[in-house]
């Protein structure tokens, strides 16, 4: 059954690199999203990625990230300049429609 | 603001009884809702789903309701099992918003022998 891959599964980083999150989506789906999980607190959207374009994005993501589709089968999660406060479980999904299926996470830990 | 709320942070039930998760939102422009099941350190995996035209959707032993008027869905499992111990998140979506999920906190279940 085709599922959402995601690299690294942990990453540890100082404050202030960037760093760079990767997926690889379900391969007929037409959208991508990340979200994100602060420990102890509910799934949060990020953004949303349809048609080589965001078309919807959360008030947490600002002019820190990015997204970007390189190739035909990667999406990819950008921090420019991480903060304490970005340490979180990253998911990304993807989907046809409605209903998005889920990676495993990457667990970014901002020292 | 939470737009989506479970506001029961825990469950017991016996295997074999029914397990009731409840969620309640507040946005009626949501227009499909959906159940997540979640493991510690592993991404949400997808139960089962209901478009706001309907009232009842079922899939096995899970079966999901919602009431529009009171905007409150809710997740029976008949019968529960041990191996259905998990965190459930309840989401809701609006087809015009990119498909972004709002989530709840989530209803952590556990179910007993």
């Known amino acids: 059954e085709p599922e959402v891959t995601q690299t690294p599964s942990h990453q540890v980083t100082q404050m202030g690199q960037e760093v760079i999150l990767r997926c690889v989506p379900i391969s007929n789906h037409l959208y991508f999203y990340w979200y994100r999980q602060i420990l102890g607190q509910k799934v949060e959207f990020l953004v949303s990625?349809?048609?080589?374009?965001?078309?919807?994005k959360s008030e947490i993501f600002d002019d820190q990230f990015s997204v970007e589709r390189p190739d035909g089968s990667n999406f990819t999660l950008k921090i420019r300049s991480t903060k304490l406060e970005d340490s979180a479980m990253y998911f990304c999904?993807?989907?046809?429609?409605?209903?998005?299926?889920f990676g495993p996470g990457t667990r970014l830990l901002v020292l | 603001d939470q737009q989506v709320k479970q506001n029961s942070p825990s469950l017991s039930v016996q295997e074999g009884r029914i397990s009731i998760l409840n969620c309640d939102y507040t946005n009626s422009m949501f227009d499909y809702f959906l159940w997540y099941k979640k493991y510690p350190a592993e991404g949400p995996t997808f139960l089962i789903s209901i478009s706001s035209i309907k009232d009842k959707n079922e899939d096995g032993r899970f079966t999901v309701f919602l009431n529009k008027s009171a905007k409150h869905l809710s997740l029976h499992i008949v019968p529960s099992q041990p191996g259905d111990s998990a965190v459930y998140f309840c989401?809701?979506?609006?087809?015009?918003?990119?498909?972004?999920?709002?989530f709840g906190k989530g209803t952590s279940l556990l179910v007993t022998p």
């Open positions: 990625f349809y048609n080589n374009e965001i078309s919807e």
């Open positions: 999904a993807s989907s046809r429609r409605e209903t998005q299926y």
């Open positions: 989401a809701a979506t609006m087809s015009n918003s990119g498909y972004a999920l709002n």
